[in-house]
């Protein structure tokens, strides 16, 4: 057997484990893994400026590959900063490593130089936390790591390497596990059999289903089975904001996404259904509005690999608890040889009922001749790439024009930060795609605020020739904070203006990159066709649209499903 | 209502901290806490005794499940169990007040297991009700110091929480 280091079994274990890329920063803690880095070309490292954006990257990468992402950063700052992206991770449970140099082990409780206790620092915001106590365990803690973050509901795994761990002349016997015994760990691989066929039979029963599909429809790899069923049961479909891309968008059994910026159609066809079929969606606040008052008259199936998703906020009638995939194949199997067959005549009325509200709303917001509305360039970016590209985004009203406007088909396409809500997201996030997709159109639908937040890494864009297009939604203000200071302050805005935006076609030209400003709603197309055609260029777009635009629909606080604000004067 | 939760947990560093950051995580109240290795030295078994609803009380135990080191847990309130709790106090003891204090503890057959010319110490194992119940008949006046361990539990008949 072979004898390695603890850092170079670290990075050896990265190689069995198939890892292409890991994104990160060094630093004291860290350097003898930096140095075994150096030492080989398999794995491949993508230096950062922040240690958030390291954690984006690999978030990115994740959520467009169904992949584990990577990251590699020192003790104290180097992890402290990593925290908002883990966090970010967690939430909506993306599987992720993060790899944290430690000072030595001696040193740990002392207030060393650089010491953080990140085990406990990052225990509320990770599925799970690793030390490693002894090199030789190196190659076990990589493979659970990794075990545990990929399987089950996903999410991100941090692990503490104390520098002495490292140490390039103590070196062990290397040997990388297939397989990680871990007794209390074994997530269910499919769902209960008994309570499926209940499931199956609700469903073939409902006078007024529909189908809420969430993110995790699309972690767990089912898009195509539930397209299958739904296609097969001819019900409404509506997906929550992580769900987006789960079922095509184009599709007329889909409705649109639902909540708080849903559609009027999806949120009503939700309140006044009888039955709910929940798939990888944990009824998430923004999801349901009141809970006391969500779907009065609707019986639920919950379908959920996590059993505590279940009932946690909403009472499921028919919980299931297995892989999406799983539990969806086994439901069509018994749809397909069922002698029951969905009502007809109440599913014709159902629909009836559902066209008659998605022409009452159908996603309208009024134009303007002169002004940009936001709304209308996501649309133009829809046409102009066919809806096929990945689109990060960071948080605010951006994030919701673009989740609403842009219309995807396939999933893994629509990355943003939905439970965590992180500004700074998106740029990272869209690099990290792009470096694993770098045929395909990358959009980060932004605004001046949210860009601002990770706008460094426009550097290492440069590094690594990544030419992604961001797209920013310049209203001069924080327009998500605005638009609440005008719904609920009387329009005191407080804090919510930027006053000195600095001059973004300068900046990204600083950066080595391409700047265009967009600012005559007749400009907008040629302008945007033009930086499409700039395959091989970053190009920061700076587009000022609307400054009044409020994002609608928008439900009413502590409302109903069906309690929305259309525009700014309609309620319903 | 209040529930009796008992855990296996992997006797590793850090395990403990995992559950009991859980709980303020998520606003759950923790009332009392015990932990110690098992025969079994790779196990901890827990016992947290907490207040909440049907659904709270469904999502703790879910939520511990979750946590990695976690093997098994069992809420003992559901079926019959024995809970025992053992509790030191220190009494004021002078005078007449000796020979009162001393037949209190006969009758709640607790022992004294430490004594002065003034204070006698105490010691009592029961339920949590017990205890308050001895508490409240010798008089908080003459009490100088109580320490008890908290809720230690176990299922009644056949049923074990075991591997």
């Not at chain 1, 009824?283 to 969500?294: G, H, L, P, Q, S």
Request: aromatic fraction near 6%; charge should be negative; include cysteine.
């Amino acid at each position: 057997m072979e004898l390695l280091s603890g850092a170079d079994m670290l990075i050896r274990s990265l190689q069995d484990e198939g890892i292409e890329y890991i994104y990160g920063y060094p630093g004291g803690a860290a350097l003898h893994i930096y140095d075994a880095l150096f030492r080989q070309d398999k794995v491949k490292h993508i230096l950062v400026r922040h240690e958030q954006a390291a954690v984006h990257m690999a978030d990115g990468y994740a959520r467009a590959t169904g992949k584990p992402g990577t990251v590699l950063v020192t003790s104290g700052p180097g992890a402290t900063n990593t925290i908002t992206g883990i966090a970010t991770a967690f939430m909506d449970s993306i599987p992720m490593v993060v790899l944290c140099g430690q000072v030595a082990s001696h040193l740990i409780g002392e207030d060393a130089f650089q010491e953080t206790d990140m085990i406990g620092v990052s225990r509320p915001v990770v599925k799970h936390n690793l030390s490693v106590r002894h090199p030789e365990e190196i190659p076990e803690v990589i493979r659970k790591a990794y075990y545990i973050a990929a399987t089950g509901r996903p999410g991100p795994v941090v692990v503490d390497i104390p520098k002495d761990m490292t140490t390039p002349n103590e070196r062990y016997e290397y040997s990388y596990p297939k397989k990680v015994k871990l007794r209390s760990y074994n997530p269910a691989i499919r769902g209960h059999a008994g309570q499926i066929k209940k499931a199956v039979d609700m469903l073939l029963a409902a006078k007024r289903p529909v189908i809420y599909a969430g993110g995790g429809v699309i972690l767990g790899k089912a898009s195509n089975q539930l397209t299958e069923l739904t296609r097969m049961l001819g019900y409404p479909l509506t997906n929550t904001l992580m769900g987006i891309g789960c079922y095509p968008a184009s599709d007329k059994q889909h409705l649109g996404w639902l909540g708080m910026h849903g559609t009027y159609e999806a949120n009503m066809a939700m309140h006044h259904s009888d039955l709910i079929l929940a798939v990888g969606a944990r009824f998430d606040d923004r999801v349901t509005n009141a809970t006391e008052k969500f779907c009065p008259g609707a019986r639920i199936i919950h379908i959920d690999i996590d059993p505590a998703s279940i009932s946690k906020t909403v009472e499921a009638d028919v919980p299931i608890v297995g892989p999406v995939d799983a539990v969806l194949k086994e439901m069509l199997a018994l749809v397909k040889e069922s002698k029951d067959k969905p009502d007809a005549s109440a599913l014709a009325s159902w629909w009836k009922q559902i066209e008659e509200w998605r022409a009452f709303h159908g996603m309208r917001y009024e134009t303007s001749p002169d002004v940009i509305k936001p709304q209308e360039v996501i649309e133009l970016l829809c046409k102009l790439t066919n809806g096929e590209a990945f689109v990060t985004s960071d948080v605010g009203q951006h994030q919701m024009f673009a989740a609403q406007y842009y219309k995807f088909d396939k999933p893994n396409r629509w990355i943003n930060s939905g439970g965590l809500g992180t500004m700074g997201f998106g740029l990272p996030a869209a690099m990290g795609v792009k470096l694993t997709h770098p045929d395909d159109e990358v959009l980060c639908i932004t605004g001046e605020g949210s860009i601002q937040m990770n706008i460094q890494e426009l550097s290492t864009c440069k590094q690594y020739n990544l030419p992604v297009k961001i797209i920013n939604l310049n209203n001069q203000a924080l327009g998500m904070v605005k638009q609440w200071q005008d719904m609920n302050y009387e329009s005191r805005h407080s804090q919510s203006y930027m006053e000195s935006l600095p001059d973004f076609i300068a900046l990204a030209e600083a950066y080595g990159h391409v700047g265009v400003r967009i600012e005559k709603k007749e400009d907008l197309e040629t302008k945007l066709k033009e930086v499409l055609a700039m395959k091989d260029k970053l190009v920061f777009v700076d587009i000022y649209v609307d400054r009044f635009e409020h994002v609608y629909p928008m439900q009413v606080a502590r409302g109903s499903m069906k309690d929305m604000w259309l525009s700014k004067t309609e309620r319903v | 209502m209040r529930r009796i939760i008992s855990v296996l947990l992997e006797n590793e560093p850090g395990a403990l901290s995992r559950v009991v950051g859980l709980f303020s995580q998520r606003n759950y109240n923790i009332e009392t806490l015990t932990v110690a290795p098992t025969e079994d030295e790779t196990l901890s078994r827990l016992t947290v005794t907490t207040t909440g609803s049907d659904k709270v009380i469904e999502q703790i135990t879910k939520q511990l499940n979750k946590l990695i080191e976690v093997v098994k847990l069992v809420d003992l309130t559901e079926g019959s169990h024995i809970e025992r709790e053992l509790m030191l106090v220190k009494l004021k003891a002078t005078g007449s007040q000796r020979a009162e204090i001393k037949r209190t503890v006969d009758i709640f057959r607790g022992q004294i297991v430490d004594v002065t010319s003034s204070v006698y110490t105490v010691q009592l194992a029961g339920d949590s009700e017990k205890l308050d119940g001895f508490i409240q008949a010798v008089g908080t006046a003459g009490v100088l110091e109580v320490v008890r361990t908290g809720v230690s539990g176990i299922a009644r008949g056949e049923k074990v929480l075991s591997l």
